[in-house]
């Protein structure tokens, strides 16, 4: 509703200042009656007689200003309007009240008509600030459209030189200024009167009327299903088909909505060039003359109903948008930038000042010092061959020193050098040591894992011992309990063939212990190799690094499943618990 408002205050402004006679910013009550109630006729408001005499019952009898008949027209009229009224006749009732007083005796080659239009498009690409205007750049977007409607070619170099004689005390042209400039056919050399009328009825269509698309194509009827040719008009939520490009026999319109699609035929029944367009309740057959025409059509009714989905304005006024919000971006910078070179004028005057202030001082000092240079000239050849002498032992001073810093720099930078390479070698000697150290741990572990299996394995000896012990005896028992030492026999048998599994299990444990032992053999004896070789390249620097070594090892000893995780004293004392254990049972 706000753009709405927008455009129609434009309009309206026209004419309140054709009404204004004396141009004195106000008209009469009586003027403004009528001009109130042609536009709520026009508009399609209801109009109330005395609203406008109750509004100014306390105003003097006097003409009302153009501010002081904005708040009646807000509130009575224009927050009232719907969007179901005339715009072309709304414009028009506007037009007739101001083309009188505005439009030029000059001679035009264009008609009155294609001058009203002219209106309406400078209304809708003028400023929102009054008076009304349009840009120069507005006047470049109008005229490249009409130049590019009446199929020539667009000479920027001839608008830039209307640019450059172009009133520099003005920012844009009034309507009446842009009518003249296009009616004067400046910009239209070589065009007749008709090419130019239908460019600008043209522009005047899409701008204004939001058509996006114009032109004949044969339609399939829904009942007799015959082909006519038909003058269909693309808008933003509608294509209108007509008998004639006049517009006066409308045959009916297709709605458009985002539920809508379009799609392409194959040519049939004798007819080319075939699309369809789906709506809610009907579908609408529709032959173009070409292919090009054809998806030329296709893409214009699929890009109208994409804008339907997103809710987007049509793309002439998304455009208008974008222009003005980018000339609004570019106006605050340019008076960020006036701002800045104001502040920096006034800066640079107070600089002004400063240095004018200090000129003063320099100049009364220049005077101070030209004094004391009579002085210091006597002073100076007395000084000066003593200074001489001095400056000779410095240099001779400054030479030793030169020379003494570049050795101390050499020696420094080879014992840097020394540092760099101990450090390196260290790093690696650590890492040795690491990967050492690690393999020890592994082997630590490995033993502990075979000790624990080898008592556990003694431990299911002792027990089969002591199950086959208590079977010889059960074999000397009396007949009678035969059968019932058959049976426990039977459940000892049992869990002795459970053992037996149990200790092959062990056994098989014991063997992967074993292979994990070799492995971890392995590394260690690679760790030991490593750090061997490293003991060769430190006994280069004897004195600055010294090894740790790991401490002697017993030997081991050599069972029938491999090396023993034991001492020969710790497995004399294992067999002695054994035997003394096996004594007791």
């Known amino acids: 509703m706000g753009s709405l408002k927008d455009e129609l205050l434009k309009a309206i402004w026209h004419a309140f200042t054709a009404l204004d006679h004396d141009h004195s910013g106000k008209v009469s009550k009586s003027q403004l009656k009528v001009l109130s109630h042609n536009l709520c006729t026009v508009l399609k408001v209801p109009h109330d007689p005395v609203a406008l005499e109750e509004h100014f019952r306390d105003d003097d009898e006097g003409p009302v200003s153009n501010q002081g008949y904005m708040p009646y027209l807000n509130k009575f009229i224009l927050e009232k309007v719907q969007d179901n009224f005339d715009k072309i006749e709304f414009n028009r009732m506007c037009w007739t009240l101001c083309v009188k007083k505005n439009l030029t005796k000059n001679p035009l080659l264009i008609t009155e008509e294609d001058a009203f239009k002219v209106w309406v498009i400078f209304n809708f690409l003028s400023e929102d600030k009054y008076p009304l205007i349009i840009v120069t750049e507005e006047i470049e977007y109008l005229l490249k459209k009409l130049t590019e409607a009446m199929g020539g070619g667009w000479q920027q170099e001839q608008f830039e030189h209307y640019k450059v004689n172009f009133d520099d005390s003005k920012d844009g042209l009034s309507a009446w200024e842009l009518i003249e400039l296009i009616g004067n056919g400046q910009f239209s050399k070589g065009m007749d009167r008709q090419t130019v009328s239908m460019a600008i009825n043209e522009v005047f269509n899409e701008l204004i009327l939001d058509v996006l698309k114009q032109g004949y194509m044969m339609k399939k009827g829904h009942r007799r299903k015959n082909w006519t040719e038909r003058w269909f008009v693309l808008k933003p939520n509608i294509i209108s088909y007509y008998v004639s490009e006049d517009l006066n026999d409308k045959k009916g319109d297709i709605l458009l909505d985002e539920n809508c699609c379009v799609e392409s035929l194959p040519d049939k029944d004798g007819k080319k060039c075939l699309f369809l367009v789906k709506c809610f309740d009907k579908t609408f057959e529709i032959s173009a003359s070409d292919k090009k025409k054809k998806q030329e059509w296709i893409q214009a009714i699929h890009s109208t109903i994409h804008l339907l989905k997103l809710g987007s304005p049509p793309p002439h006024k998304e455009a208008r948008q974008r222009r003005k919000e980018l000339r609004k971006k570019q106006l605050a910078e340019q008076e960020e930038l006036e701002r800045q070179m104001k502040e920096l004028q006034a800066a640079n005057e107070s600089k002004q000042l400063e240095l004018e202030a200090v000129r003063k001082k320099l100049e009364e000092a220049a005077s ?108 000397q028992m009396t007949e009678a309990e035969k059968q019932e030492l058959e049976n426990q026999r039977v459940l000892k048998e049992q869990a002795l063939q459970e053992a037996m599994e149990q200790l092959e299990q062990l056994e098989l444990e014991r063997k992967q212990a074993l292979e994990q032992y070799e492995e971890v053999k392995k590394k260690l004896e690679m760790a030991t190799n490593k750090t061997k070789s490293w003991k060769d390249k430190v006994a280069h620097h004897e004195g600055l690094i010294r090894l740790i070594e790991p401490g002697s090892k017993n030997p081991h000893l050599i069972t029938n499943w491999g090396p023993a995780a034991f001492t020969e004293a710790e497995l004399e004392e294992r067999e002695k618990n054994w035997k003394e254990k096996k004594t007791t049972e």
């Open 368 to 475: 101070r010092a030209a004094e004391e240079e009579k002085k210091r000239l006597q002073t100076q050849v007395e000084l000066q061959a003593r200074f001489s002498t001095e400056l000779e032992r410095e240099k001779l001073i400054r030479q030793q020193m030169e020379e003494q810093v570049a050795q101390k720099s050499s020696e420094l930078e080879q014992y840097l050098l020394r540092v760099r390479e101990l450090e390196d070698m260290y790093l690696r000697l650590q890492e040795a040591l690491e990967d050492e150290r690690q393999a020890r741990q592994d082997e630590e572990t490995v033993r502990k894992l075979q000790a624990r299996l080898l008592e556990e394995e003694s431990s299911k000896r002792a027990e089969l011992e002591k199950w086959h012990l208590e079977q010889q005896q059960a074999i």
